[in-house]
């Protein structure tokens, strides 16, 4: 959990820094989407200004003042979803684990049971 939450946090950071050093489009594009995403705008940098990065990026209508810090709402992001996602693994791992305790029993089953024809006929010696 705690290594998805470091790369999408160094992920954002790169881009971040890369618009911020050059103004590439393709980067530009790819930070706007991500504020898009998770309605947030830009981070809190000791770096420097970071005003006009926000003014290019951040969605219409939204100022540094009215989104919050990017990183914060990844991280918020990443905790609510990353509980959703241990509980369905933990369930999906209880099935299997059932299922091949199932799947054992009837092989072991059929398997140790090898005249089927028989079943219910005795013979009395």
Known sequence: SSQVEDSMM???DLV???VRRNASSFRRHELTAIH???LCCGKRSPFGDTAS???KTCPSG???DAGQDCLREIQDFLKKHMDFV???LGIAI???VYGMILTSFLWFSIHFSSNLDRKGK???R
């Open 94 to 96: 209880g099935f299997m």
């Open 10 to 12: 160094d992920v954002y």
């Open 53 to 55: 990065v926000e003014r």
């Open 62 to 64: 939204q100022g540094r």
């Open 16 to 18: 971040y820094e890369e």
């Open 122 to 124: 005795y013979i009395l």
């Open 86 to 88: 241990s509980t369905l």
């Open 36 to 38: 898009e995403a998770f």
